[in-house]
């Protein structure tokens, strides 16, 4: 599993360390630096709504098999589950 905190905080360095490579000396230049930090921290938002989405998923599938499994074992037991 990959430490979510930790890829950020690489990518941040290298992020900031490119943006900021060369201070903005006009409007154009300000504008294009502020348009590029402000693309920079969409993606990086995406990419983590993304990675909670699959981990959200990923968890709902883990909690269906673990009530499967506890359903097959309660029966296996001879005990009744819980009517839905």
Request: aromatic share 4%; charged share 30%; glycine share 4%.
């Given at each position: 599993?990959?430490?979510?905190?930790?890829?950020?905080?690489?990518?941040?360095?290298?992020?900031?360390?490119?943006?900021?490579?060369?201070?903005?000396?006009?409007?154009?230049?300000?504008?294009?630096?502020?348009q590029s930090?402000?693309?920079?921290?969409?993606?990086?938002?995406?990419?983590?709504s993304d990675?909670?989405?699959?981990?959200?998923?990923?968890?709902?599938?883990?909690?269906?098999?673990?009530?499967?499994?506890?359903?097959?074992?309660?029966?296996?037991?001879?005990?009744?589950g819980p009517?839905?």
């Amino acid at each position: 599993m990959v430490d979510v905190k930790d890829d950020m905080t690489n990518n941040d360095t290298e992020s900031y360390a490119s943006v900021n490579s060369a201070d903005p000396k006009n409007v154009q230049e300000l504008t294009q630096y502020v348009q590029s930090l402000l693309q920079t921290i969409q993606d990086k938002f995406q990419n983590m709504s993304d990675q909670i989405l699959t981990r959200i998923d990923e968890m709902g599938s883990r909690i269906d098999d673990l009530e499967k499994n506890i359903g097959d074992l309660m029966t296996q037991a001879g005990v009744e589950g819980p009517d839905k």
